[in-house]
T-cell receptor, first 112, second 114 residues
Framework: NAGVTQTPKFRILKIGQSMTLQCTQD?????MYWYRQDPGMGLKLIYY???????DKGEVPNGYNVSRSTTEDFPLRLELAAPSQTSVYFC???????????FGPGTRLTVT | AQSVAQPEDQVNVAEGNPLTVKCTYS??????LFWYVQYPNRGLQFLLK??????LVKGSYGFEAEFNKSQTSFHLKKPSALVSDSALYFC????????????FGSGTRLSIRP
């Protein structure tokens, strides 16, 4: 099992550009999450999904969109990148009936 | 609304000494509490959880945590620190009624000196 994989590892965007952060898990987990980690701020929940076709907003959803067309994939879309979106982004998943989240290695995004 | 506070940005301990990383929480109803660890340039790894039962829960790498309902705390502890324990530690909480949303604290950097 690869667990949770994220691509790319690093990305630099110019203001106003768009991009998609990819997240895939091979554990057949129902729940998937996107977090951003800013220095000294811990993890903030952006969006989450409880299963294919179902997504919901977390604490800081503005400027982001998600989709969940399959159980395995949960991409995060930035439409108009802003410097405030410079952060490290983590995807996570967990199975039904389990509280343990499995995290991907993260994507470090810089918007200049 | 649920929230988690980790009052210390950094904790410094000498190797072999006991360590404590503090966490307090606020949640409606019974809490589900977690500790995660993050090593440099890695994602978070699960350490332990409290759902119900014994107030002292044991987890990975010799860590344990004590749930105190009256103080709404869930402090992480280890009897004898190792240099390899140096990392960033996160406390997290969710409520019984909110199965999907888990809220993380701001993190505490643990530094163990030889």
């Amino acid at each position: 099992n690869a667990g949770v994989t994220q691509t790319p590892k690093f990305r630099i965007l110019k203001i106003g550009q768009s991009m998609t952060l990819q997240c895939t898990q091979d554990m057949n987990h129902n729940y998937m999450y996107w977090y951003r980690q800013d220095p000294g701020m811990g993890l903030k929940l952006i969006y989450y999904s409880v299963g294919a076709g179902i997504t919901d907003k977390g604490e800081v959803p503005n400027g982001y969109n998600v989709s969940r067309s399959t159980t395995e994939d949960f991409p995060l879309r930035l439409e108009l990148a802003a410097p405030s979106q410079t952060s490290v982004y983590f995807c996570a998943s967990r199975g039904q009936g389990s509280d343990e989240q499995y995290f991907g290695p993260g994507t470090r995004l810089t918007v200049t | 609304a649920q929230s988690v506070a980790q009052p210390e940005d950094q904790v410094n301990v000498a190797e072999g000494n006991p360590l404590t990383v503090k966490c307090t929480y606020s949640v409606s109803g019974n809490p589900y509490l977690f500790w995660y660890v993050q090593y440099p340039n890695r994602g978070l790894q699960f350490l332990l959880k409290y759902i119900t039962g014994d107030n002292l829960v044991k987890g990975s790498y010799g860590f344990e945590a004590e749930f105190n309902k009256s103080q709404t705390s869930f402090h992480l502890k280890k009897p004898s620190a190792l240099v390899s324990d140096s990392a960033l530690y996160f406390c997290a909480v969710r409520s019984y009624s909110s199965a999907s949303k888990i809220i993380f604290g701001s993190g505490t950097r643990l530094s163990i000196r030889p």
